[in-house]
């Protein structure tokens, strides 16, 4: 996919001097930072789903007692 980013004055010459000083183009450094927003997204989205999974069994009386399940796995 290809896309047009429009910056502003101030951006651009941002985007220049921080290209200039890490030796990257600023295309490099726009698909990084493009990179690190959906990764984080992507943590945070996992995250929202692991809290909201928590407790899912609390309330369960039919599984066993995880001190069996540990002895079950133990055994050799």
């Known amino acids: 996919m290809t896309a047009n980013v429009a910056l502003n004055d101030q951006d651009s010459l941002a985007l220049r001097t921080i290209a200039?000083?890490?030796g990257k183009s600023a295309e490099e450094l726009i698909y990084e930072?493009?990179?690190?927003?959906?990764?984080?997204f992507q943590q945070?989205?996992?995250?929202?789903?692991?809290?909201?999974?928590r407790g899912m069994w609390q309330?369960?009386?039919?599984?066993?007692?995880?001190?069996?399940l540990r002895a079950e796995m133990n055994r050799t």
């Open 33 to 40: 930072a493009i990179k690190e927003l959906i990764s984080g």
């Open 59 to 68: 309330s369960r009386d039919d599984l066993p007692e995880l001190e069996t």
């Open 20 to 22: 200039e000083q890490t």
């Open 44 to 53: 945070t989205k996992r995250l929202d789903l692991l809290r909201q999974a």
